[in-house]
Each structure stands twice: as structure tokens, then as C-alpha cells.
């Protein structure tokens, strides 16, 4: 109901999930967890640290949100050593649930998201996983997935998105997501600004959770592209030696996210995980085979090159702008849609004028219609045509790009997940 409708869908309160859990018996302690919050980011980090934790021999949930393409890819269970992208949950135990769960969620009307958090936590503890790395689905003292005590909990960035639900200053924005802290339990910040640190450090001394800031621990001394691939160089505090790491997510971001990733391991390691450099090295190499992540600069087609990333609010806007422009090309076609509650207007005007444009919306009640969202670009000086599916805009650019050229799609997850990838 959220990807459809928005606002109207989200429940500001625990009270649901903590009554669907209750009548399951409260699986969400019967596994471990590590809790993922943060404006962007915290898709990726959650599935490297899967990807990671997969390869140390621990059967890992995965439990993200939204999906691209099937409702089941938001609770995957990984299997040491198996090589795939992770095991969906199967189409039976969601119906048996659903089943099961029906007398409750009529007496109790609860959201979407709050059922599908139920589920995950049931689906986990049915498949006794070793640990389970939960992403908050939007902000984090109110968010569904609040129910748990993790073993850490990790909170990537604050930046602007959703500021209807979440509040109009970073301050507050930060204090949502602050809002996943526990009591005596470590936490990771990925980055901090100057409004958002006071509130990171008041409240970890507030609850007794030692704070550990990513990015004053870490930083990247050097980054290359190989193959496809990132190959970025580390430096860490306290040590002359820098270390080299390779991923496959090439998008330029995931150097942030990388930081955020090391932290979090060294502190997992501190409280007796076995995860050594070697094994996040092997994890790091394959976290979309491992896991199945996609839609992170995500190249799908070569001659012109084809990328599909889920950029959609301010902040992943100008990274993936950042991207582009380190992107040898020689003309540039930008294939997006949009939903309803971003800032629109600030989000297209952080766009490169000199694009060629394809305006479409995904199949959802949320999208702006693209002639809509053509009308609010031209005032931005971007023009372009518009389509009403992005496949038909996706074939168009296509069919006007040369093959030195570079198309993005982008603006929208649910944008990204209507692609279809096998194009020719």
C-alpha cells in the first residue's frame, strides 16, 4: 500500500507489529540481528554485510524493502557456501502466513509493511538463521522493524527524504533514525554532519551504546575502475599500511558504503563474530552474486552502455550525477520517473541540462504522470519526450543513441523494477 499510496499507508507506531509478533510468539528473539537505518545507502550495506557474513559461514536473513520485481526478494535466506543470490522465501510459507495471520489483521487493520515485518521475522526464525541483517523501511523509532535487539545497529547517512513523515530539519531527520539505538547495544554511524552529530552522541550516551563514527576511522586514500569492477584503497586510523579492496557494485557511492561495511565488521569482531580480512575481501567480490542486489549502477546493456540505478531523493541524485560525470561518454540520455511525495522540483534541477530526456512514470497510483513531470522539467530548461511505460522510453533511447552514448534510468525503485533487463 505504500508504493501505492503513500503517506495515507504509513502507521507511526508500534502497537501493530507488536501485537502480529506477539500472537507469533515473538520470533524476532529467536535470531540475532544487525539493524540498517539511513537516507541512502542502506540497501547496499545490507546486502554486503549478507554477502560478508554468508561467506564466514553464518546462514544470514536478508529482510529489505521494496522489492524491484517479486514481493519475495524483500526476505531472502543466504546459505554458507551456496553461491546463488540468496533463497527467496517460498510462495507457500507467505500464503500459509497470510492464512494463518487473517482472523488478526481484519481485527486489527494493519499496514502493509506492518505484516510483511511479521513475516520476515516468523519466516527467520522458522529457517533458524544464525543472524539476520534487518533494513528499517523508513525512518527508525517508529519503523516496524523497531521491534529488535540487535547485536549492533548501523545507521549509514541522514539526508533529505521523506520530510513529510520524518520532520523538515536534518536534527529531526537524524533523531528518527536515531530511534533504532537500544540500550548498551554499539552503534555505527556511516557520516556526520554538524546538526546531525549532537544528536548521535546524546543519544548513544543517553542509552550507554558506544558510538563509532565510519567515516573518522576509515577513509579512501584512492579508488580505480576495473572490469566493471571498484577496486578502492583504505586507509585506517592508527595504521601506516592502507589495504585494497575490490567490488563488484561499481557505482562511485559505495566507497561511503564500504567505510560503513569495514566499521561494522571490526565491531561484529569485537564481539566475537569470526569475520577476517579475508573473508570480507571474498564477500565484497560478490555481493550481487552472493545476494541478488540489483539497480545499483547496474550496467544491462553495452553499445550504448545501459545503467539502471535507484537514485530518488536529493542526496543519491547528486552522487549519481557525480557518477555520470566520471562516466566517459559522448552524449547522454536520461530515462526517469518519479513519485508523488519527493522534491520534485529540487531533484530535476540538480539533473545535467544538456541530457536528452525520456519522461515516463512506473505502473503505480504514486507516479507522476510523465506529461506532468515533462511540464515541471521544461521549467528547469530539460528537455525531452515523453512515454507512458520505461520500456517504451527505454526503447526510444535506444533507438537515438549511438553507441558511444550513455543512458541512465533513474528517479524511482519502482521505476528501475518495471525495466526489462533482456534487451536487445
Not at 85 to 94: A, L, R
Not at 345 to 369: C, D, G, S, V
Request: hydrophobic letters at 40%; one cysteine or more; proline letters at 4%.
Amino acid at each position: 500500500m505504500f508504493s501505492r499510496i503513500g503517506v495515507a499507508a504509513y502507521k507511526a507506531d508500534l502497537t501493530n507489529t507488536i501485537r502480529l509478533c506477539g500472537f507469533l510468539n515473538n520470533p524476532q528473539t529467536k535470531f540475532k540481528s544487525i539493524h540498517i537505518a539511513g537516507t541512502n545507502g542502506k540497501g547496499s550495506v545490507s546486502h554486503m554485510l549478507t554477502a560478508i557474513l554468508q561467506m564466514a559461514g553464518y546462514k544470514t536473513g536478508l529482510y529489505t524493502s521494496p522489492h524491484l520485481k517479486d514481493f519475495r526478494e524483500r526476505m531472502k535466506v543466504n546459505l554458507p557456501g551456496r553461491q546463488s543470490g540468496g533463497e527467496m522465501v517460498n510462495e507457500k510459507f507467505v500464503i500459509d502466513f497470510t492464512e494463518k495471520m487473517k482472523p488478526l489483521i481484519e481485527e486489527i487493520s494493519p499496514s502493509f509493511f506492518e505484516i510483511t515485518v511479521a513475516m520476515a521475522f516468523e519466516y527467520f526464525a522458522e529457517q533458524k538463521v544464525d543472524v539476520a541483517v534487518i533494513e528499517v523501511g523508513l525512518g527508525g523509532r517508529l519503523d516496524s522493524t523497531n521491534i529488535i535487539t540487535p547485536e549492533l545497529s548501523v545507521i549509514t547517512n541522514i539526508g533529505w527524504d521523506h520530510m513529510n513523515l520524518l520532520g523538515d530539519t536534518l536534527e529531526k531527520i537524524a533523531f528518527e533514525k536515531a530511534g533504532i539505538i537500544k540500550k548498551g547495544i554499539p552503534v555505527v554511524v556511516g557520516e556526520v554532519l554538524p546538526e546531525t552529530f549532537p544528536v548521535f552522541q546524546d543519544i548513544s550516551k543517553e542509552k550507554r551504546s558506544p558510538l563509532s563514527i565510519a567515516s573518522q576511522k576509515r577513509r579512501v586514500v584512492d579508488w580505480h575502475w576495473e572490469k566493471n569492477e571498484l577496486i578502492v584503497e583504505v586507509a585506517e586510523e592508527n595504521h601506516t599500511d592502507h589495504k585494497t579492496w575490490q567490488l563488484d557494485l561499481p557505482g562511485l557511492y559505495q566507497t561511503k558504503n564500504l567505510l560503513i561495511v569495514l566499521e561494522v565488521c571490526f565491531q561484529l569482531k569485537q564481539l566475537g563474530w569470526k569475520i577476517d580480512d579475508d573473508i570480507i575481501h571474498k564477500g565484497l567480490k560478490q555481493v550481487k552474486k552472493l545476494t541478488g542486489l540489483h539497480g545499483r549502477w547496474e550496467i544491462i546493456h553495452q553499445s550504448p552502455v545501459v545503467v539502471l540505478d535507484v537514485a530518488h531523493n536529493i542526496d543519491g541524485i547528486k552522487q549519481l550525477v557525480q557518477q555520470i560525470e566520471l562516466t566517459e561518454h559522448r552524449e547522454l540520455h536520461i530515462i526517469t520517473g518519479m513519485v508523488k511525495d519527493k522534491e520534485v522540483e529540487k531533484i530535476l534541477e540538480l539533473l545535467p541540462k544538456e541530457a536528452h530526456y525520456y519522461f515516463t512514470k512506473a505502473q503505480i497510483p504514486r507516479a507522476i504522470p510523465e506529461n506532468e513531470l515533462a511540464e515541471k522539467a521544461k521549467l528547469v530548461k530539460l528537455n525531452g519526450h515523453s512515454f507512458p511505460t520505461v520500456n517504451e522510453a527505454l526503447q526510444s533511447a535506444l533507438q537515438h543513441a549511438h553507441r558511444d552514448d550513455l543512458v541512465v534510468v533513474c528517479g524511482s525503485v519502482y521505476l528501475v523494477g518495471e525495466v526489462n533487463t533482456s534487451i536487445h
